[in-house]
C-alpha cells in the first residue's frame, strides 16, 4: 500500500530514473512472493513510486541516490542478517551500476558537446588564418558559441583604459562599462576565475544594476563568465554569457568549454598582437634604412680625388645603421678642408643633430666666402658656433669637432679642435707619430666667444690621420680598449702602402681586436697623406735589367749604389733594405724564365727623394696577406714584406697585365752637420 | 761553401762572417757553413764586423744558429755590427731577440761574465 508520501506516476520520472526504477522491479519481483518485499523509489523532488508493494516496515533500509536527494527504501522481514546483507548488497550492486552509467552517459554527452566546439574552434582558427582580421575573427567565434544552445547570448568585452569596451557581441551592449558594473562577476573574473551561477534573477542578484545602463544580462537566468587575459597573464577582457530562460543551466562542462573558448579569444588577440609588433617592426627597420641611406649621403662627404700633392681616403661605420659622426671635404684653390665630427650619443636623433651641424658649417663657409677669400677655420668655427652653440645646450647634446686645412702653398695644417680625439700624424721624414691637439671644448657644452686655430708643417711622407673615438674605444671580449697604441701601431706599419689600404688595415685590426663582438660606437676615420716626391722633379735617372736570380743581387746592389751616389747615407741604407727584398721577392716568385723575363729597375734621383720603380713578370701581391712577422724569433721568414713597408716613406703597387709595378720612394734625410 | 774563420778559444768559439755581404745570394751558404759549428752547443760569438750588407734571409739565417744552439744548450752572441746592420735588427726588433755587443772582447767578456751588455 503506498504510504503517506505521493504516488507519482513513473511516467514524470527522468529516463535515467525510469531505467532504474525498471532494473530494480525486475530484480526483485521474483523474490517479493516469497519474502514480502516492499521496494519504493523517491525522487529527490519527494515524490514516491511503489515499485514492488510488500508490507511496510518500521524500520526500512535506505539508499541514498548519487549527488540528489532522491532515495531507494527497502522494507523486508529477513530471517536472518546473512539474508539481510544479501538482499542490501543486491539493491546497493543495482544502484552502484545505474550510476556508472549515469555517469559514462554524462561523459559521452560533454565529449560530444566539446566535440562540437572544437570543431567550432577549428573553423574559426582557419578563418583567422584566411581573413587576418582579429574582430571578425572573434565575432566568429562568439557567434559560433552562443550558437551551441538556443536562447544563449554571449559578449566578448576588452578593457581599454580601465573600460570595458565590447568587442564582439550579437546584443547590443553599453560601450563604457565598468568593472564595477559587474558587479560579483567582475570581480571574480578580475581574479582570474570563472564565474558560474544559475536560478531566477541570478543576473540581477549578482551584477550590478546601474541607472541609465541597460546592460541585457541583468534579467539573466543563467550567468556566465571567463577571463581573457594577455601573455602577461594579466587580465585584459571577459567573456560574458547568459541564458534568460531555465532551459538550460550552466553546468562545470558548460564551465569547462567557456575556458576554452576565452583561451583561444585571449590567442587569437596575442597573435594579432605579435602580428602588429612585427609589422611595426618592418616598417620602423624600413624607415631605419632609408635614413641609414640618407645619412650616407648626406652626413658622410666623399674623399676629393686628383690633388697632386695629397691622396685622401676616409671610412665610417656606424654601430646602429645610423650614427652621429659626419665627416666633409672642401677643396680650395690652395688647399682642402678636412672636418670630422661626433655627436654625443647614437641612433637616429644624433644622426640628426649631426646633420644640422654639419649644414650648419656649410652655410657658415658660404656666407664667410662672400666676403671674398677662403675663410679660415677658426672663422667657419666661430660662425657655425655661434648659431649651433644654443641651440645644442637647449638639446642637451654636444659635438666634438675638428676642422683642419691643408694649405699647399704654405706647406702647413691649419686647424681648430674642439674636444675631438686630436691628429695623429707620422712622418717618414723623422720616423716620430706624434698627436697634434687643439684645447677647445666640444660645441654644445656651453657659449664660447672665442676659438683658437693652431699651425703645423706638413712634409712629403706625412700621413695624418683624423678620426673618432670609436675607433680607438673599440673593446674586446674582455673589454680592453683597441687604445692609441694599437692605432699608431697600424699607423707606421701600414701608412707607407697610401691611405685606403691603411685605413682597411685599421678596420681589420680593429674588427679582429673585437673577436666577433659588436661594435659598441660610430667608427670613422679619415688618412690624408702627403706625397713623399711632392713638388720634387728627379734630376737624374737610371735604368737597369737584371737576370730574375737572387745570384744577381749582388750586381743589383752595385747598380744601385752606383745609380743613387751621393745620397745620405741613411736613406740609401733604408733604400738598398726595401729594394733588395722586392729583388729578392721577384727572383725567387717569378725565376721560371730567367733570361726571358728580366728584372727592369729604375732610379730617380730628385733633391728631396729618391724613388725606384721596379717592373717584372709575376704572379700578384697582395701586402694585406701576408702574415706579420714573428718577433720573438720563432720564425726564420716573414720579415722581408715588413722590412720593405718601413723602409720605404711611400710604396706604390699596380698590375699591368701580369706585370708586377713597384714604385718605392724615400725621403731624402739630411746628414746631420758635424758640430 | 762558405769559408768561415773558426776560432776556440777557452770554450767560446768565434766565428767571423767573411764578405760585405749576408743576403739571399748566400744565405744558403752561410747557413751550411755555420751548422757544423752549432751542433755540439756551446758558446759561439758570431763576428759581423766585416758585413755591410745583411736582409732579411740574412737576418733569418742567424735567427736558424740562434734557434738550433738554444736547442742544444749552447748559446748565441753578436759583435761587430755596423750602424745600418744595427738599424735593421732593431727595425725589426730583433735586438730583443739577440744579445749583441759591440766588439768581439765585449762578446768574449760577457760570456766570461766579466763585463756588462752592450
Redesign the interface.
Known amino acids: 500500500m503506498p504510504n503517506d508520501q505521493s504516488i507519482a506516476s513513473e511516467q514524470a520520472l527522468t529516463p535515467s530514473d525510469a531505467s532504474l526504477t525498471h532494473r530494480l522491479r525486475q530484480a526483485f519481483s521474483s523474490l517479493s512472493a516469497l519474502r514480502n518485499i516492499r521496494l519504493e523509489f523517491r525522487t529527490g523532488a519527494g515524490n514516491s513510486v511503489l515499485l514492488l508493494d510488500g508490507p511496510a516496515m518500521p524500520d526500512p533500509l535506505q539508499f541514498r541516490l548519487g549527488e540528489s536527494n532522491g532515495c531507494v527504501l527497502l522494507h523486508e522481514n529477513a530471517s536472518s542478517d546473512t539474508e539481510r546483507f544479501l538482499l542490501k548488497t543486491a539493491v546497493g550492486a543495482i544502484l552502484d551500476k545505474a550510476e556508472v552509467e549515469k555517469r559514462e552517459e554524462l561523459l559521452l554527452d560533454e565529449l560530444g558537446t566539446n566535440w562540437e566546439s572544437l570543431e567550432a574552434l577549428y573553423e574559426i582558427s582557419t578563418d583567422v588564418l584566411r581573413f587576418g582580421d582579429v574582430r571578425n575573427a572573434l565575432s566568429r567565434l562568439i557567434e559560433r558559441f552562443a550558437s551551441l544552445q538556443d536562447g544563449m547570448h554571449a559578449c566578448l568585452l576588452l578593457t581599454r583604459n580601465g573600460i570595458l569596451h565590447p568587442l564582439a557581441t550579437g546584443t547590443p551592449v553599453p560601450d563604457d562599462i565598468s568593472w564595477d558594473d559587474l558587479g560579483a562577476l567582475g570581480q571574480t573574473v578580475q581574479e582570474s576565475r570563472t564565474f558560474l551561477v544559475n536560478g531566477r534573477g541570478a543576473g540581477r542578484e549578482h551584477v550590478a544594476v546601474v541607472p541609465g545602463k541597460v546592460m541585457p544580462w541583468t534579467t539573466a537566468s543563467s550567468l556566465a563568465a571567463a577571463p581573457i587575459t594577455s601573455r602577461r597573464q594579466t587580465v585584459i577582457g571577459l567573456l560574458l554569457v547568459w541564458r534568460d530562460d531555465s532551459l538550460f543551466i550552466f553546468d562545470a562542462p558548460f564551465s569547462r568549454l567557456l575556458e576554452a573558448i576565452t583561451h583561444q579569444a585571449s590567442m587569437l588577440l596575442e597573435s594579432d598582437r605579435l602580428n602588429r609588433t612585427m609589422l611595426e617592426n618592418d616598417r620602423l627597420a624600413k624607415e631605419i634604412e632609408i635614413a641609414s641611406s640618407i645619412q650616407q649621403t648626406l652626413l658622410l662627404g666623399h674623399a676629393p680625388v686628383g690633388i697632386s700633392w695629397l691622396r685622401i681616403s676616409s671610412v665610417s661605420a656606424a654601430s646602429q645603421q645610423i650614427d652621429g659622426d659626419f665627416v666633409d671635404f672642401l677643396k680650395h684653390d690652395n688647399s682642402v678642408d678636412v672636418f670630422i665630427g661626433d655627436v654625443m650619443g647614437k641612433g637616429i636623433g644624433a644622426a640628426l643633430v649631426g646633420a644640422a651641424t654639419k649644414s650648419q658649417f656649410l652655410r657658415a663657409i658660404a656666407n664667410l666666402a662672400i666676403q671674398g677669400k677662403v675663410p679660415s677655420p677658426v672663422d667657419i668655427i666661430s660662425r657655425a658656433a655661434s648659431r649651433l652653440g644654443e641651440r645644442l645646450i637647449e638639446l642637451e647634446r654636444f659635438v666634438t669637432l675638428c676642422y683642419a686645412r691643408f694649405d699647399s702653398v704654405r706647406r702647413c695644417i691649419d686647424f681648430v679642435d674642439c674636444g675631438h680625439t686630436g691628429i695623429l700624424v707620422h712622418r717618414k721624414h723623422t720616423g716620430e707619430t706624434f698627436f697634434l691637439r687643439g684645447e677647445d671644448l666640444p660645441l654644445g657644452i656651453y657659449m664660447v666667444d672665442e676659438w683658437h686655430q693652431h699651425s703645423a708643417p706638413v712634409m712629403p711622407g706625412d700621413t695624418f690621420l683624423l678620426f673618432s673615438d670609436g675607433v680607438t674605444e673599440t673593446k674586446d671580449p674582455a673589454g680592453e680598449l683597441f687604445g692609441d697604441e694599437r692605432l699608431i701601431e697600424c699607423l707606421e706599419s701600414w701608412s707607407s702602402l697610401g691611405p685606403d689600404i691603411l685605413l682597411k688595415q685599421i678596420c681589420s685590426q680593429a674588427e679582429e681586436f673585437r673577436s666577433g663582438g659588436p661594435q659598441t660606437d660610430d667608427f670613422s676615420c679619415i688618412a690624408i697623406q702627403v706625397s713623399a716626391d711632392a713638388d720634387d722633379n728627379p734630376i737624374a735617372i737610371q735604368n737597369g735589367e737584371f737576370l730574375c736570380e737572387t745570384g744577381e743581387l749582388p750586381a743589383f746592389r752595385g747598380w744601385l749604389e752606383a745609380s743613387l751616389s751621393g745620397i745620405e747615407p741613411e736613406s740609401m741604407m733604408r733604400l738598398e733594405a726595401a729594394a733588395c727584398e722586392i729583388f729578392v721577392n721577384c727572383a725567387v716568385h717569378g725565376a721560371a724564365h730567367t733570361r726571358e723575363n728580366p728584372i727592369c729597375v729604375r732610379s730617380f734621383m730628385g733633391e728631396k727623394h729618391v724613388r725606384l720603380e721596379v717592373r717584372h713578370q709575376g704572379p700578384a701581391f697582395d701586402p694585406l696577406a701576408i702574415p706579420p712577422p714573428s718577433f720573438d724569433g720563432s720564425r726564420d721568414g716573414g720579415f722581408g714584406t715588413f722590412i720593405v713597408m718601413r723602409s720605404a716613406d711611400e710604396l706604390r703597387y699596380c698590375r699591368d697585365g701580369e706585370i708586377n709595378l713597384i714604385s718605392i720612394t724615400i725621403i731624402r734625410r739630411k746628414a746631420p752637420e758635424a758640430t | 761553401m762558405m769559408n768561415l774563420s773558426i776560432e776556440d778559444t777557452e770554450g767560446i768559439r768565434l766565428v767571423t762572417v767573411p764578405g760585405e755581404?749576408l743576403?739571399?745570394?748566400n744565405a744558403k751558404d752561410f747557413k751550411a757553413a755555420l751548422m757544423p759549428s752549432l751542433v755540439t752547443g756551446g758558446k759561439v760569438i758570431l763576428d759581423l764586423s766585416k758585413l755591410k750588407?745583411v736582409?732579411?734571409?740574412g737576418?733569418?739565417?742567424m735567427?736558424?744558429a740562434?734557434?738550433q744552439l738554444n736547442g742544444v744548450s749552447g748559446d748565441l752572441k753578436l759583435c761587430g755590427m755596423n750602424?745600418?746592420i744595427r738599424?735593421?735588427f732593431e727595425?725589426?726588433?730583433?735586438h730583443?731577440?739577440?744579445e749583441i755587443y759591440n766588439t768581439r772582447e765585449e762578446a768574449v767578456r760577457s760570456f766570461r761574465n766579466e763585463g756588462p751588455a752592450a
Open positions: 755581404t743576403d739571399a745570394s750588407f736582409d732579411s734571409s737576418l733569418g739565417a735567427l736558424s740562434l734557434r750602424k745600418p738599424a735593421l727595425l725589426v726588433r730583433m730583443r731577440v739577440f
